[in-house]
């Protein structure tokens, strides 16, 4: 059976230590602010902002929300990131993707002040990662990094299959991957016989949305799981894009959905905005 990685559990472990770090930062009048806003009614992004919410407020992170309607203009949306980047008590800023149809997604994530860019999705940031210097880095990639640290799954040398390239996981993650020593593939829609791909994978990595895709048949006995995907089911559950339960027994660990990927996404937010928030008093 798969050792689980348990995301809740070591999520709380990092938001406890983020919050005696807070409590410091206060201290010297600093309190760690994070804007976000969400257009229109994404169902991950919802299950997202709210789950963000409680933990900010639970280690002392300052949360602004900004619910702003479907039909938001891309110049309504430009005005409210150029305020945030104007205020000098926002930290952090992040734009809840996907956006709507009418709305560019490079050019609003580009309006972002590359320095409170806390979801690492500015091209300075992109360009950091991928020349392996310091940088802020997209969440959900640097969560999954540090829930295989937590387990202590070494990446060194491992053949790492990801399943799915968007900005916000797959790129960045291959990024991340690559810097650690891993040896990095990228599959997506187009790639051919994809199950013969994934059964390769020390460590597969899925990404796409698709509610149970990966069966038993495309993990490689031992492999380590990585379920990214949110779904919400007919049924009002949240579902991964791997068959847990036929997996389970062929993977040497796995993470659940709920309590994996997504727990782990919202402590390295935090670790982030605390980041960006410790610039005010060393510049
Ligand atoms: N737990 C967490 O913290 C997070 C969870 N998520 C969840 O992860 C999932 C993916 O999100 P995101 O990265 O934004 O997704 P996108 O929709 O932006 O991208 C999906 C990717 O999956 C690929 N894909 C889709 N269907 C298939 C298929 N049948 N076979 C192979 N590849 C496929 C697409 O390929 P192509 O490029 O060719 O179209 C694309 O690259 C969603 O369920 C989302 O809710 C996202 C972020 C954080
Ligand atoms: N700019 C941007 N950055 C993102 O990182 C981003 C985004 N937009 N848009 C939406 C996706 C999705 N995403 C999730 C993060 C955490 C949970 C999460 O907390 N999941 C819990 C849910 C628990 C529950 O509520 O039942 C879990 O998996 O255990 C879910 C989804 C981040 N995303």
């Not at 348990?6 to 999520?11: F, L, Q, T």
């Not at 900004?66 to 039909?71: D, H, R, W, Y």
């Not at 860019?117 to 969560?143: I, K």
């Not at 919400?232 to 339960?245: E, F, P």
Request: neutral net charge; without cysteine; aromatic residues 2%.
């Amino acid at each position: 059976m798969a050792t689980r990685l348990d995301g809740k559990v070591v999520s709380k472990r990092i938001l406890s230590e983020l919050q005696q770090t807070v409590t410091g930062l206060a201290q010297q009048g600093v309190t760690p602010t994070l804007a976000v806003i969400l257009v229109g009614s994404d169902p991950a992004s919802q299950v997202y902002v709210r789950n963000k919410q409680r933990r900010a407020e639970e280690i002392g992170v300052r949360s602004l929300m900004f619910k702003l309607p479907e039909e938001t203009s891309q110049k309504t949306l430009l005005a409210k990131v150029a305020e945030l980047n104007q205020d000098p008590d926002v930290d952090g800023i992040l734009v809840q993707l996907p956006l709507p149809k009418q709305l560019d997604e490079r050019v609003v994530i580009n309006s972002i002040d590359p320095d409170k860019d806390v979801d690492g999705f500015s091209p300075v940031s992109v360009g950091r990662l991928w020349t392996n210097e310091p940088t802020v880095v997209a969440s959900t990639p640097y969560g999954i990094m540090a829930l295989l640290d937590a387990y202590q799954i070494d990446v060194t040398g491992k053949r790492v299959v990801i399943v799915g390239r968007s900005n916000i996981v797959g790129r960045p993650l291959a990024g991340l991957m690559v810097n650690h020593d891993a040896t990095v593939t990228i599959a997506h829609s187009k790639t051919r016989d994809l199950k013969a791909l994934t059964r390769e994978a020390d460590i597969l990595v899925v990404a796409i949305g698709v509610p149970h895709f990966i069966g038993a048949d495309a993990v490689k006995p031992g492999a380590t799981v990585i379920d990214v995907g949110i779904s919400r089911g007919a049924d009002g559950k949240l579902h991964g894009d791997v068959d847990a339960d036929a997996v389970e027994p062929v993977a040497g660990a796995l993470t659940p959905v709920p309590g994996g990927v997504g727990p782990m996404t919202i402590a390295s937010l935090m670790a982030q905005t605390v980041e960006l928030a410790k610039r005010r008093l060393h510049g």
